[in-house]
């Protein structure tokens, strides 16, 4: 099944934040973030593991609620190259190593 | 590194024909991951291997798709007859797990894609 994203679309000014959710029905062994750009490749931008671990760059943060299936990317002070498409994407226990993408969440930063 | 790349970056072609995919992953991954992005269905993953040995291909959509990885360099994708329904962004992502003690999973590393539009 794949994750639920929210919401589908943002639009920000610069400097504002942003919070994308993620949501499985599943036992999550990570989720990745990544961000794409129209007519681009999609870009790694965060992994989250049980335990709490994160790995990422950027001025970008994340959680990863286990209990819950639940993670959330959290984008601060945004600035105009955060615009793009978010997806995250969840490896359960059952199915490691394949990741099930969410729909996507359409992020544009405006001046 | 060059990253993953993938060959045509545009085909167009039409129905009935044969359609193939290439991709060279990063040297030294050994997971290769095949997706297929649409508006309607979004970022599907159709098949993956693991050191050249299909994995999982519960996602290829139906017979006239098939995928091979003759070696770590290379793989392909086919779709035979290609169908309007295929047209879609095609990805070919690749990883390898580091050794972190407990926790055994890593990036993917997406290729630009190949477009492919099915007249």
């Known amino acids: 099944q794949q994750p639920v994203q929210s919401p589908q679309a943002v639009i920000l000014r610069e400097g504002e934040d942003a919070v994308i959710n993620c949501s499985s029905s599943?036992?999550?062994?990570?989720v990745h973030w990544y961000r794409q750009k129209h007519g681009e490749a999609p870009v790694f931008l965060m992994i989250?593991?049980?335990?709490?671990e994160q790995k990422g760059h950027e001025k970008i943060s994340a959680s990863f609620n286990e209990k819950k299936q639940q993670s959330s990317l959290y984008l601060t002070a945004s600035q105009l190259s955060y615009s793009g498409t978010y997806f995250c994407?969840?490896?359960?226990?059952?199915?490691?190593?394949?990741?099930?993408f969410g729909s996507g969440t359409r992020l544009q930063v405006q001046p | 590194d060059a990253g993953v790349i993938q060959s045509p970056r545009h085909e167009v072609t039409e129905m009935g024909q044969e359609v193939t995919l290439r991709c060279k992953p990063i040297?030294?991954?050994?997971?290769l991951f095949w997706y297929r992005q649409t508006m309607m269905r979004g970022l599907e993953l159709l098949i993956y291997?693991?050191?050249?040995?299909?994995?999982?291909d519960s996602g290829m959509p139906e017979d006239r798709f098939s995928a091979k990885m003759p070696n770590a360099s290379f793989s392909t994708l086919k779709i035979q007859p290609s169908e309007p329904r295929d047209s879609a962004v095609y990805f070919c992502?690749?990883?390898?797990?580091?050794?972190?003690?407990?926790?055994?999973?890593?990036?993917?590393?997406f290729g630009p894609g190949t477009r492919l539009t099915v007249l």
């Open positions: 989250l593991l049980k335990g709490g």
């Open positions: 040297s030294g991954h050994d997971y």
């Open positions: 291997f693991n050191n050249n040995v299909p994995i999982d």
């Open positions: 994407g969840t490896e359960s226990y059952t199915g490691r190593r394949a990741l099930t």
């Open positions: 992502a690749t990883t390898t797990l580091l050794d972190r003690g407990v926790y055994d999973t890593d990036t993917q590393y």
């Open positions: 599943k036992a999550l062994y990570s």
